[in-house]
């Protein structure tokens, strides 16, 4: 027999989709804020985002480019740091600390950055448990069968993991950007101050993720815990 029954836990996927909206309203209100107030220096994103780079001895990183909205990225495999549309040319204290977040990342990889190396060695077996777990679940609640929703919820289990060794990644990854913006110069102590508020809205996204994955861990033990073949 399938477990087709009321859900009582319905309450915590609702708790979650409010965290997950309040959270991207906070980054997208912060960065929309702070994305009109130029710095000081008044140099581009891409330009700070270069010095930063050949500073740390990683010239041979090329910045680009890329289209979307907060699409930034550093990309380990080709040592390319892409910029979004909105940040590469900006002299914003945003897109500088964007940039700068970005760089941190690159400089993470140079160094071998313990959280970095443990996270990228656990892309692909999250990227499977991204596509099965869910499937898996589903299978176990339409043919009433916990074992497969068990194994589903261990391959969620995984994304959980990788999500919170993300923190410390990221985290970090702002903390050296605020340093070098306000060691090389390229921001004063009140810009540094206006673009923590922005690096610390985007980390707030990744802890988000986390509460949520956490809060619908907590729904599928007790969906198919009073629910055992």
Aim: net charge positive; hydrophobic share 50%.
């Amino acid at each position: 027999m399938g477990f087709f029954y009321y859900d009582s836990t319905i309450w915590l996927m609702f708790v979650a989709i409010a965290i997950s909206i309040w959270a991207q309203i906070k980054v997208t209100s912060t960065y929309s804020k702070y994305s009109r107030t130029a710095s000081e220096n008044n140099l581009p994103a891409h330009v700070v985002a270069k010095e930063i780079l050949g500073y740390n001895g990683l010239s041979d990183v090329r910045v680009e480019q890329v289209q979307g909205r907060l699409t930034d990225h550093y990309d380990p495999r080709t040592k390319v740091l892409r910029l979004s549309q909105g940040v590469y040319n900006s002299p914003s204290v945003a897109a500088l600390g964007i940039a700068a977040h970005e760089v941190g990342h690159a400089i993470q990889h140079k160094e071998g950055y313990t959280p970095l190396k443990i996270r990228s060695a656990l892309v692909p077996v999250t990227q499977f448990s991204s596509s099965a777990s869910w499937i898996l679940i589903i299978l176990g609640l339409v043919l009433g069968s916990f074992s497969l929703a068990q194994i589903g919820i261990i391959l969620f289990m995984v994304i959980i993991v990788f999500q919170l060794v993300t923190l410390p990644v990221e985290f970090n990854a702002s903390s050296r950007a605020l340093a070098a913006l306000e060691g090389g110069g390229y921001l004063p102590r009140e810009e540094v101050a206006q673009t923590k508020k922005v690096l610390d809205a985007a980390a707030l996204t990744y802890v988000a993720a986390v509460v949520v994955s956490l809060l619908q861990l907590l729904r599928l033990i007790l969906i198919f815990g009073g629910n055992r073949d």
